[in-house]
């Protein structure tokens, strides 16, 4: 026989159904939701030292291109003081650099322009230098050593000129400020760096055309021994010196003016 449930009863049994389901309301937020875990962040990379720079070396490329030294690091052999077969007492070498001691330490010192044993007709000439705070000081070339007829190497030789542009009275004056040809030719623009600080000469001569680059910037072009030329000396400080500017071979020359000034890397190539 079959059960018959009354109908009351389901009833009953759906609402207690019912009431025990969780309630769900419009708009009600769903249930959070546990957060990410960070990320983590790539460690920075540090940046790599530069890599040491050999002074006063040749590399291969350089001894094959015809590159030679005229400063060995450690002696100021291959130099002499102007007029003389030596080199003054101020004149020393220290940590990759010729320089000139300029201090007044109360020791007697002799320092005095210094000039290359060999002289050059054709040449590149790479010369690293930085000067003191107020200092000034020059690399001459062409320079005829006959003391008997030419007292000093800028007599004859053309300079371009080193000097702290804000620091000495010659940085104010028009053609006398780093990267001139001095008292002749400005600068085409300003390349140097602040004293204290190394910068780079690339002097070149080749059958009269002189071009000069500082820090790999082309500042000086002209060409020598022309009328241009002639015009050029004619209206400088050199006028009155017959040999100046006129010999197409000399030496090389580092100028001391007093203040401490520093050469390294000095290298020449003949072409």
Sequence with gaps: MKRIIPVTCIAVSVLLINSCA???????????????????????ELPRPAPEVALNVLTNEEKAAGWTLLFDCTSSDGWHAYGSKTIGTAWKTANGALYLDANKDGLPKTGGDIVSDKEYRNFELLIDWKIDKGGNSG????????????????????????????????????????????????????????????????????????????????????????????????????????GFGMYKTGRIGLQDHGNNVWFRNIKIREL
């Design 22 to 44: 969780p309630r769900v309301y419009r708009n009600t937020p769903p249930a959070s939701q546990p957060a990410p875990a960070p990320v983590p962040k790539p460690e920075p």
């Design 139 to 242: 690399i001459c070339f062409y320079i005829n050593e006959d003391k008997d007829k030419y007292r000093s190497m800028w007599n004859t030789g053309p300079e371009i000129q080193i000097v702290d542009n804000q620091g000495h009275p010659d940085g104010k004056i028009n053609k006398h400020q780093a990267g001139d040809l001095y008292d002749l030719i400005a600068a085409k623009s300003h390349a140097e760096n602040p004293p204290l600080e190394w910068n780079t000469y690339l002097i070149r001569c080749v059958n009269g055309k002189l071009d000069v680059y500082l820090n790999k910037v082309h500042v000086v072009s002209t060409v020598m021994w022309d009328d241009n030329w002639r015009s050029l000396v004619a209206n400088s400080k050199f006028r009155d010196m017959p």
